[in-house]
């Protein structure tokens, strides 16, 4: 049985406008109803399987999102979600900003956006879990679950 | 000799068909929540694919007590059921369960995370509440039936229902607790919590968290038991009134779950002990007149 059929999201606000994240939550309303897949928006990092950043990572919010990666069981995906948690967008040269999500830590879904779209989240979400499967599928290959640290580029 | 095996059948059934019920049940109760809020909702077996991905989870392990403690929960779990499924002691099965979810109070209180000790705070406030209508319905079915065992009970002529109407609202009452549905679902919930997070299951992840999962599908088979308990007679046809209660029971609490806002800890404290003081004492005192 795959575990992509139960994926539980974790949603940070590194430091969005809060656009995206109204984005996220649309996508648990009725309209968009992500449960559909099984996709339940849990608030603990312990429990979930992806990731969700919205806006740029921050000086003060890069080592929140580390710990949470940290805190998070393997096998995980890290989504990021919208322009700004991709690549900084508007706010990238700021002196405070220090880029994309992936200059923290390993992003495996990119979805742009500004605002990002909840059919361009759901999109990227179901990307996210098909990369759970694999995931887990190299994980007991390996009989071992090991954090790829070389995808992240070096500070 | 034909006893024990009867006795072993109840056994065996509730060990394999309590898993399977129970998803069902999970199943439907998260189909009919989202129908009720306008949405689609999940596939029918979800649950059964929340517990398998759990179980191919890494779990992190925050001491050496948790794993244990959660696997005891689980056992205690299963072993209350045997006891209620065998015939046994209806009291013992009340007993036990408090001490399983003793373990469990245990394991929140052994980690660090401030959200789960909280959240095994209000477990305890949860047990103060419940805990005296659970022997009501012991003393209750112990009057109709004059025997605690379960096995009396269900060869009764008439249903319990009908000297115990009180007992059965009391224990539909703090079945909302025990089954942590909103307005009492302080320690933890299957909804996002605002303010603690995942409460009790906070720092239980992975494989582990897949064992909680499945000591909770065997409580909550139990605890509907329970209720189908004040139905069946020694009539076979009783059964079926016993399945359409259960139903009607599970589905009032869904709606209760799904229209009120989580209360505060003194007003679950006080509202049911005011139920279980009026109902439950209420019932139990005419059942004592009528008799003398």
């Known amino acids: ?155 | 000799m034909n006893e024990i095996v009867i006795m072993i059948i109840g056994i065996a059934a509730y060990l394999i068909l309590a898993p399977v019920i129970g998803i069902l049940v999970s199943g439907y109760d998260r189909v009919v929540t989202a129908r009720m809020q306008g949405r689609v909702g999940p596939p029918f077996l979800q649950p059964l694919y929340d517990i398998i991905k759990l179980f191919n989870k890494e779990a992190t392990i925050v001491n050496k007590v948790q794993t244990a403690l959660v696997v005891a929960f689980l056992i205690f779990q299963v072993f209350t059921g045997c006891i209620f499924f065998s015939g046994s002691d209806i009291l013992l099965v009340f007993f036990a369960l408090t001490l399983a979810d003793v373990l469990l109070i245990l394991t929140a209180c052994s980690t660090n995370s401030p959200y789960s000790s909280m959240g095994a705070q209000r477990e305890l406030l949860s047990i103060m509440a419940y805990e005296p209508m659970t022997l009501l319905t012991a003393i209750g079915f112990y009057m109709v039936a004059h025997s605690f065992n379960v096995k009396d009970i269900i060869c009764t002529d008439t249903p319990a229902i009908i000297k115990l109407p009180g007992i059965f609202i009391g224990y539909v009452f703090i079945l909302v607790i025990k089954l942590r549905k909103s307005p009492f679902d302080l320690s933890t919930s299957h909804h996002a919590h605002q303010e603690m997070v995942k409460g009790l299951t906070q720092d239980i992840s992975g494989n582990v968290l897949g064992v909680f999962e499945l000591a909770e599908l065997y409580a909550s088979v139990l605890n509907m038991a329970v209720v189908g308990l004040f139905f069946i007679t020694n009539k076979p046809i009783s059964i079926l009134w016993a399945l359409i209660a259960i139903n009607v029971v599970y589905f009032v609490i869904l709606l209760i779950d799904n229209i009120f806002p989580r209360v505060k800890w003194d007003v679950m404290l006080w509202s049911s002990w005011i139920v279980t003081f009026t109902l439950g004492g209420a019932n139990l005192f005419l059942l004592d007149v009528l008799k003398s």
Not at chain 1, 130 to 137: P, S
Not at chain 1, 138 to 154: G, I, L
Request: net charge negative; hydrophobic share 40%; proline share 6%.
């Open chain 1, 1 to 155: 049985m795959k575990i992509s059929r139960s994926p539980w999201l974790l949603h940070y606000d590194a430091s969005s406008c809060n656009g995206c994240d109204i984005e996220v939550l649309a996508a648990t309303t009725p309209l968009y109803d992500v449960e559909r897949f099984g996709i339940i928006n849990t608030g603990n990092p312990k429990h979930a399987d992806i990731l969700v950043i919205t806006g740029g990572v921050n000086a003060q919010s890069a080592n929140v999102v580390k710990q949470i990666y940290s805190q998070m069981p393997d096998p995980k995906v890290v989504i990021a979600a919208g322009i700004c948690a991709c690549d900084g967008g508007i706010f990238k040269d700021c002196y405070n900003i220090s880029g994309g999500t992936d200059t923290v830590i390993p992003v495996d879904i990119y979805v742009p956006g500004c605002a990002v779209r909840p059919e361009a989240l759901i999109d990227g979400v179901i990307k996210a879990v098909a990369l759970l499967d694999q995931k887990r599928k190299e994980a007991v290959e390996h009989a071992s679950c090991q954090v790829d640290f070389s995808k992240r580029p070096a500070k």
